[in-house]
């Protein structure tokens, strides 16, 4: 699942949890994403391209369910016992690992039980499907719109930001030389579309 639609998750948990900060949901549904940029960044993961195809294929240390569950145990401890706020724990966790469950639906096969075993590993696979993975990631932010019950600009919001992501979700052949070339340009065009996410959420969603 692309940026946006990872953000627009916060407001499903804000519209159960709306005493927490709108700021913080956000992080917590993209922080494992941000682990994947600084691992991209530090070599430690990495992405391939095959044949004209992207593969995110070695990613075990910020996309694996095991990773997911250690980063949100982790989180509930620190809010929970170092600010003393178990609601705001609660809700941070469950935005964490939400990250891997949804990512488990959309990526291919490369979603390990933990970083220390090959197999097993699931992935629905839609992302192979550009249209289709298009059309749910658009009808499931507008679902997360409609639920927390959004205003007009946090609908537009949701909108452009998934046209936005249709030229890489249709990417494939020799437009996709310059990220073999240049392996940084991905991660850092992620991180570029995660802090404009976190923005406008933030600000449309007030």
């Known amino acids: 699942m692309y940026a946006i639609n990872h953000a627009a998750t916060a407001l499903l948990i804000k519209k159960k949890q709306p005493t927490a900060s709108m700021f913080l949901l956000l992080v917590s549904v993209q922080l494992m994403e941000v682990l994947w940029v600084i691992f991209n960044y530090l070599g430690w993961e990495h992405f391939s391209v095959l044949d004209g195809e992207m ?8 996309h ?27 809700a941070f966790s469950i935005g964490v690992f939400s990250h891997i469950i949804i990512d488990m639906i959309f990526h291919e ?6 970083p220390f075993s090959e197999t097993p590993v699931w992935g629905w696979g839609i992302i192979d ?7 749910l990631e658009l009808m499931y932010g507008i679902f997360c719109w409609w639920y927390f019950k959004g205003n007009k600009n946090l609908l537009i919001v949701i909108v452009v930001f998934n046209i936005m992501d249709l030229p890489l979700m249709l990417g494939h052949g020799d437009m996709l030389k310059p990220l073999e070339q240049y392996p940084y340009i991905l991660p850092s065009f992620i ?5 404009n996410t976190w923005y406008f959420i933030w600000r449309y969603s007030r």
């Not at 569950?69 to 016992?81: G, K, P, R, T």
């Not at 096969?109 to 933990?114: A, E, F």
Request: charged content about 10%; aromatic content about 16%.
């Open 55 to 62: 593969h995110l294929d070695f990613l075990p240390y910020s």
């Open 64 to 90: 694996s369910v095991f990773s997911g569950l250690v980063a949100a145990f982790i989180s509930f401890v620190i809010i929970n016992w170092g600010y003393n706020n178990r609601k705001l724990a609660i």
């Open 109 to 114: 096969k490369d979603i390990r039980l933990s």
């Open 129 to 135: 499907h550009p249209l289709l993975n298009f059309v």
């Open 191 to 195: 991180l570029f579309q995660i802090l």
